[in-house]
């Protein structure tokens, strides 16, 4: 059983409709990064549906993320845990820490290789989730 910690997540149950909004929403982000040429454009939105796709597994099983410090490790946690697969943190810590240099540190691109490699994990990581 996965445990959810209060000081990161609220027991809230959502309607059937706002959970399938969430996905809606990293499916969104998912084909930008997927009709993109931009590796900088690749990499954010992979990230961000990779994030958005925990957030909505999250609140298919009850849960709202707390806006905290730290909350994008324990969505990539959860969504380790959800799907049984360690690399999924490994990987999402990684990109996580590498949007991190970029947005707080100026400066750091991720390359077209790279940003092309992620999109390949997060669309894998959707076909796991059966989405």
């Given at each position: 059983m996965i445990n959810f910690e209060s000081q990161h997540f609220q027991k809230l149950e959502?309607?059937?409709?706002?959970?399938?909004?969430?996905?809606k929403s990293a499916l969104h982000d998912?084909?930008?990064?997927?009709e993109s040429d931009i590796s900088d454009v690749?990499?954010?939105?992979s990230y961000d549906a990779?994030?958005?796709?925990g957030i909505a597994l999250i609140a298919k099983k009850g849960y709202k993320?707390?806006?905290?410090?730290?909350?994008?490790?324990?969505?990539?946690?959860?969504?380790s845990q959800l799907l049984k697969d360690e690399d999924i943190l490994v990987l999402g810590n990684k990109m996580?820490?590498?949007?991190?240099?970029?947005?707080?540190?100026g400066g750091f691109f991720v390359g077209g290789k790279d940003s092309l490699e992620y999109l390949k994990f997060v669309k894998i990581?959707?076909?796991k989730a059966r989405i």
């Open positions: 959502f309607k059937e409709e706002q959970a399938d909004q969430f996905l998912l084909k930008i990064a997927e690749i990499f954010k939105f990779l994030i958005k796709l993320v707390r806006s905290t410090a730290g909350h994008h490790v324990k969505i990539l946690e959860k969504l996580r820490q590498e949007r991190n240099a970029n947005l707080y540190d990581t959707f076909k």
